[in-house]
């Protein structure tokens, strides 16, 4: 544990490059493991039984669309109103 506290000693922009050099190392070998076992399960599937999985029959109800019959709307003279009775 010598090194932890070598590391420790070192000035901040040392250790942010220590720190960050090793997030990058670890992310890329977690993404080539992971990138390596989904190649895998891919080239392991059975891809027959894959395309004749059978889709379900779902009978949706058809939605009719009411009749909307506008009234008809005449239009006035602001100016000359007329009383419709």
């Known amino acids: ?13 040392k250790r942010l ?4 050099t090793l997030v990058i190392v670890l992310g890329a070998a977690f993404l ?6 989904t190649l895998k399960k891919f080239e392991n599937m059975d891809t027959d039984a894959f395309l004749q999985i ?3 029959n779902i009978d949706i109800p058809k939605i009719e669309m009411p009749d909307f019959t506008m009234p008809t709307i005449i239009p006035q ?9």
């Open 32 to 37: 080539f493991l992971w990138l390596k076992i």
């Open 17 to 20: 490059i220590i720190f960050w």
């Open 1 to 13: 544990m010598e090194f932890l506290r070598k590391i420790q000693q070192l000035e901040l922009k």
């Open 77 to 85: 003279d602001p100016l000359n109103p007329t009383d419709i009775n």
């Open 54 to 56: 059978k889709k379900p």
